[in-house]
Nanobody, 120 residues
Framework: QVQLVESGGGLVQAGGSLRLSCAAS????????MGWFRQAPGKEREFVASINWSGRSTNYADSVKGRFTISRDNAKNTVYLQMNSLKPEDTAVYYC?????????????WGQGTQVTISS
């Protein structure tokens, strides 16, 4: 099992940047595929980005391509989401997720979420 704790959320103006972090504990972090998801008020949770165990393979939702960057530091058991050029529609609770599968259909482990609010 792995425990995940997100941090780094907050309130920023449109056009600004934030970096989210997700610290993992309890298991061998380096074997997990890591993902970021978000859920806006009244909407379903949606995929944002994922990264494989080595960090060499990443995927992004079309809505964040070119603005967000996912990365990981296996020595620190941490995955990051650098968010630039933020828009009001990026406002959501952001969740970190982990799974042993290289191509997860449903992530097994989730953090508690961190709020990101973008003001116009």
């Amino acid at each position: 099992q792995v425990q995940l704790v997100e941090s780094g959320g907050g309130l920023v103006q449109a056009g600004g940047s934030l970096r989210l972090s997700c610290a993992a504990s309890g298991s061998t972090f380096s074997i997990y595929t890591m993902g970021w998801f978000r859920q806006a008020p009244g909407k379903e949770r949606e995929f944002v980005a994922s990264i494989n165990w080595s960090g060499r393979s990443t995927n992004y939702a079309d809505s964040v391509k070119g603005r967000f960057t996912i990365s990981r530091d296996n020595a620190k058991n941490t995955v990051y989401l650098q968010m630039n050029s933020l828009k009001p529609e990026d406002t959501a609770v952001y969740y970190c997720a982990a799974d042993r599968s290289p191509f997860p259909r449903a992530y097994a482990y989730w953090g508690q979420g961190t709020q990101v609010t973008i003001s116009s």
